[in-house]
DNA sequence: GATGATATCTCAATAATCGAAAGACTTGAC
DNA sequence: GTCAAGTCTTTCGATTATTGAGATATCATC
């Protein structure tokens, strides 16, 4: 991130520029799982990302089930690569959509028992090398990590919400950076 | 993940499970804020994704300088797509490529000064947000959050690259995992 | 009921990505 | 020194996921 090599005093606690390394190098690593999981299954990237966020489920700020507006969101599609994605999954038979009793414009969107089986065999090893991280940490420590990503998680969404607002309601779109 | 809601006694130690979520929804939201910052300088999603990497640099297992080919693993892009990219954000004036001295086959790709401002211009509320949740940790629980995610990083990348030997040496690739 | 808003889907057009092949260069053996 | 095999990058036509605008169905309000 620096132009030249920083000749920073060795400091004692990691800055947010290391933490912001260190997050995106794991983001990164994640995607890639992502990736070989949906090479291995004959699946797009694009498709396991929303299938993965559908297992998640609705753990964002706004609750509520999954729908294809909520994965519009969560994936930065437009509403017709969301349902393209769907179709995909659906004739796939990973999922199945049900339109909602209450609304019946909206669909909500499952995940079928086989999807769940796929998922989890496939990342029996990346829960194996959480465990064998975790084992290295005191339960405590645990605690204090899972905290950290939590709060940064949703420290992130809210800062994405807020800047959504800001250059919706701005005099028009922010300009790009130009230096 | 699970295929319905788990009666599990309340864990006083996060699970890998949990983790898993936690780290997935990170992700998510680190990539939503990649999409954000493509939209806002008129990028494309993957063109920022490979900017920020060549920024982060090799801090990967194999080190050495940024080069198409590793960007090529790090991107899971065919190479003619990394080509691309390149092309792309080098007409941005983002970046410039430059041969090796000693291995002429190599192309090196350097990010110029104003991309680095302009990452920095808009990943300043990201690094403020960073600095507010951190400022909820002591400097000894901010080494251990650190400690993990490296380890973590580390961790995921091995699986990776075990993962992908075994395929290619296998009698050949795994089949897609049917239940 | 009519009107506006919301949620999803459809479909033609676009553009990013793939995949194979070629070019440039290096390394090692003969 | 030369040849062959291997590596890294680029080129380019074909494929296909995604876009973007518009259509459809449903809800909420008056």
């Known amino acids: ?103 019946r414009r909206q669909v909500q969107v499952h995940y079928n028992p086989g999807a769940s089986r796929m998922a989890a065999a496939w990342f029996a090893p990346v829960a194996d090398c959480t465990d064998a991280v975790a084992a290295e940490f005191s339960p405590d420590e645990l605690r204090t990590v899972a905290r950290f990503l939590g709060r940064m998680t949703t420290g992130l969404e809210e800062l994405r919400h807020a800047r959504r607002e800001d250059t919706a309601t701005g005099p028009d779109s922010e300009p790009p950076i130009r230096i």
Chains 1, 2 share one sequence.
Request: glycine share 10%.
């Open 1 to 103: 991130m620096s132009d030249q090599e920083s000749t920073a005093p060795a400091q004692r606690t990691p800055d947010s520029k290391a933490f912001g390394n260190l997050l995106q190098g794991l983001a990164s690593e994640m995607n890639l799982l992502g990736h070989d999981f949906a090479a291995a299954q004959g699946l797009h990237a694009t498709d396991v990302q929303a299938l993965l966020a559908i297992m998640r489920g609705s753990t964002g700020i706004t609750p509520g089930p999954v729908t294809p507006g909520r994965l519009r969101e969560e994936l930065a599609l437009t509403s017709g690569a969301v349902t393209a994605v769907l179709d995909r999954l659906e004739r796939a038979g990973h999922i199945r959509r049900s339109r909602d009793a209450a609304d």
